[in-house]
């Protein structure tokens, strides 16, 4: 019997989860490296530089439930590594890129903290995976969500069984000799004629959906459930009722991102298969076509909402359940609205830094303009780090509402979203205005409230700017926030290592103040200009706050429109995910735009029959 194979006496091996790297003659070598404590015993270490933090049978301590971060500890004392040094070419595998390597486990583990034995217990929270849930935030790649777009409803699944076609069908039509499996993968050919292309185009679709959706139906999920976990957590998430285990390394998987857990848990994460579906509804897409009085076997239904909401009926199964932890009753109260808490956090520190730069260059005389423009890039960057893993951090509803239209943000959260951070900004100017209320009436003793309206407010700063001008400074502007933004959420292009988000987009912010704030104080975002309008209204400071019509089409048209086109830019141009609606089939945009309006219709008529009967009442 191979030793490490199940039911060997003898212990399994612990294996590496670093790639294999080739030698000159093309073998395949691994690189285990072994370190030994002053106790002797000797205690294997991957690559990575982690413990297993396993007892080997027969040895003598029994103590291995605090060694499961135990990291870099033997490199440390001093003890050389067996593992050879690499060099650039094979650490980016020959892909050099200004973006700079790719990260590795040894940077990720380098930066994992220390956890008490029997944390996880009492905070279950912590040991669930990093990705249980979409989060769509400014400070990591943005998520890949299966949309309602992208997969076939039951009517369609139902007429492609009816109305069944030969794979490539429509390409062997217009005589083109293709094969299949290479439709299914992508691989289309250039052609100067549009209708061979899109004949390509659709045979690949429909193969890959009708595979898809018999993939699920069968209960295959296991390549579906890695695929949309492909950046799985070092954390993997424990049982609640697993029993610790005693004895022996456990194999560590090739394709994992972590070694051992306290409790011997190898199990990855997200890889549970779906609940089998019952025998009438494991129906396949290629039977032969029904005849006239055969019953369709009914499928099951495919287009009712979703749990969570940006994922499709057909994969929801495939995000593994959140953990939460609710200690009091105001935790259970967070919970609920964590997600709005954070980004109202966010807004108003951003904010309040913000005003307070504007402030402080206004009050101190002729000063350097730029400070503010570095203050708003380093308080966008605060605004980030401090809410982005929770709510995303967009602080802005503009990025919100285009973060629904094109990556699917959940609809029914934007109405939160939006109360938290025109919220944010109102109670920021508030507190901003109260801080700085000795030194503003000092400084209005002598001067015109013009500077101070400024300094919380955007708008024309000079007599000869226009409104075409205003309202395309902010466009431009938000165009380039906006694509930005989105490149740096695509984990296909060339994403920033973590926690690099915060820190780029703040350098952003902060160009881009220096660029387009001396025209109008470059807003764009409806929040940070609407809400400090609604907080000097509140303090007396009418005039012209909102006699201007640039508040309208200057924070709110341009930066709105902006931001959809911005949008628009970057999947036409460069991204390829199907869960972008420019990525989309228009036949499925048109019908989730009249589902949409129906769903829509729905509410309306059943609030005005509420109405009425209360009326008759």
């Not at 499996?181 to 050919?189: K, Q, T, V």
């Not at 904010?351 to 402030?359: H, M, P, R, T």
């Not at 901003?432 to 400084?443: D, M, Q």
């Amino acid at each position: 019997m191979d030793e490490g194979s199940p039911g060997s006496p003898t212990r399994p091996r612990a294996r590496s989860d670093v790639p294999r790297r080739s030698d000159d003659m093309g073998e395949e070598v691994a690189s285990p490296t072994r370190s030994i404590p002053a106790g002797g015993r000797p205690e294997f270490i991957s690559s990575t530089g982690q413990s297993s933090g396993q007892e080997v049978p027969g040895s003598s301590g029994t103590d291995t439930s605090g060694a499961r971060r135990r990291s870099t500890a033997a490199s440390r004392r001093g003890i050389p590594s067996l593992t050879s040094r690499t060099t650039l070419a094979q650490r980016t595998q020959g892909r050099f890129t200004l973006a700079g390597p790719d990260d590795t486990t040894q940077l990720r583990l380098a930066h994992e903290p220390f956890v008490h034995p029997g944390y996880a217990d009492l905070n279950p929270e912590y040991d669930q995976p990093a990705n249980a849930k979409p989060v769509w935030s400014l400070a990591k790649p943005l998520p890949r969500v299966v949309r309602p777009g992208m997969v076939p409803t039951k009517d369609e699944l139902l007429q492609s069984r009816a109305n069944a076609q030969l794979p490539a069908e429509n390409s062997q039509n217009l005589g083109l000799d293709v094969d299949p499996n290479d439709l299914e993968a992508g691989r289309i050919e250039k052609s100067a004629d549009p209708r061979k292309i899109a004949a390509q185009v659709e045979d690949a679709r429909v193969q890959r959906e009708n595979n898809f959706v018999n993939k699920i139906l069968n209960g295959d999920a296991t390549s579906t459930t890695r695929r949309l976990s492909r950046t799985s957590s070092a954390r993997i998430r424990r049982p609640l009722n697993a029993e610790p285990t005693t004895g022996g390394l456990s194999p560590v998987q090739e394709d994992q991102n972590s070694v051992d857990t306290d409790h011997g848990d190898t199990q990855k994460p997200n890889d549970e298969h779906l609940q089998p579906l019952p025998e009438e509804q494991d129906d396949h897409l290629d039977e032969p076509k029904p005849t006239e009085g055969d019953e369709v076997a009914d499928l099951p239904s495919l287009d009712h909402a979703a749990l969570p909401e940006d994922l499709h009926p057909l994969v929801q199964d495939l995000v593994e359940e959140e953990v939460h932890n609710n200690h009091t009753t105001w935790s259970v109260i967070r919970t609920h609205h964590r997600e709005p808490l954070a980004e109202a956090l966010g807004v108003f520190i951003q904010l309040a830094v913000g005003f307070s730069a504007d402030l402080s260059v206004t009050l101190a005389g002729p000063g350097n303009v730029n400070t503010a423009s570095w203050a708003w890039g380093f308080a966008t960057m605060m605004a980030i780090y401090i809410s982005g893993g929770i709510s995303g951090a967009h602080l802005n509803p503009t990025i919100t509402m285009m973060l629904w239209f094109y990556r699917g943000f959940p609809k029914r959260m934007m109405a939160s979203y939006f109360t938290a951070q025109f919220l944010g900004a109102f109670i920021a100017a508030l507190s901003v205005y109260g801080l700085y209320y000795a030194s503003i009436h000092h400084y209005l003793s002598t001067n015109a409230p013009t500077d101070i309206v400024n300094s919380f407010v955007t708008g024309q700063r000079q007599e000869w700017i226009g409104p075409a001008t205003a309202f395309f400074n902010e466009f431009v502007g938000t165009v380039c926030l906006t694509v930005t933004v989105l490149a740096l959420g695509d984990d296909q292009n060339a994403p920033p290592g973590a926690g690099m988000n915060s820190l780029i987009i703040g350098f952003v912010v902060t160009c881009l103040s220096m660029t387009f704030a001396y025209q109008t104080g470059a807003a764009f975002n409806p929040s940070r200009d609407f809400g400090p309008r609604l907080a000097l209204l509140a303090l007396g400071y009418g005039g012209d706050l909102f006699r201007n019509p640039y508040w309208f089409y200057g924070p709110w048209a341009g930066s709105l429109t902006a931001s959809f086109i911005g949008a628009f830019l970057y999947d036409f141009m460069i991204f390829t995910g199907g869960e972008s609606p420019v990525n989309y089939p228009w036949e499925r945009t048109q019908r989730a735009m009249r589902k949409s309006k129906a769903k829509w219709k729905r509410r309306l008529h059943m609030h005005l029959g509420m109405k009425d009967k209360e009326y008759v009442q």
